[in-house]
């Protein structure tokens, strides 16, 4: 079992930026997960945002985040990130992590996920 903790939430004005974190916990072996962070804005269906290899080698962005979100992972942490720039107010969502065994892919096909933090951005 894994135990996913997203941080780092909370209300930005448009143009800001804030840095979210997902702690990974239990018997795991966190370098051996694929990883992504996903979102859900009110009304909208969850969607992918980024994903990463277990090594951090390769990643995944979804087009209306490309060039201004980055996603990484400290392996010796057990921690997954994601950080925000340019923030835009339909970038408002609940941001969850969610860890996968085996290849990274681009879809809702994760073993384990955390319950989420939420994002606020003001126009």
């Known amino acids: 079992q894994v135990q996913l903790v997203e941080s780092g939430g909370g209300l930005v004005q448009a143009g800001g930026s804030l840095r979210l974190s997902c702690a990974a916990s239990?018997?795991?072996?966190?370098?051996?997960?694929?990883m992504g962070w996903f979102r859900q804005a009110p009304g909208k269906e969850r969607e992918v945002v980024a994903a990463?290899?277990?090594?951090?080698?390769?990643?995944y962005y979804a087009a209306s985040v490309e060039g201004r979100f980055t996603i990484s992972r400290d392996n010796a942490k057990n921690t997954l990130y994601l950080q925000m720039n340019s923030l835009k107010p339909e970038d408002t969502a609940i941001y969850y992590c969610?860890?996968?065994?085996?290849?990274?892919?681009?879809?809702?096909?994760?073993?384990?996920w955390g319950q989420g933090t939420q994002v606020t951005v003001s126009s």
């Open positions: 990463i290899t277990w090594s951090g080698s390769s990643t």
């Open positions: 239990g018997r795991t072996f966190f370098s051996s997960y694929a």
């Open positions: 969610a860890a996968r065994r085996g290849l990274m892919v681009a879809t809702q096909e994760y073993d384990y």
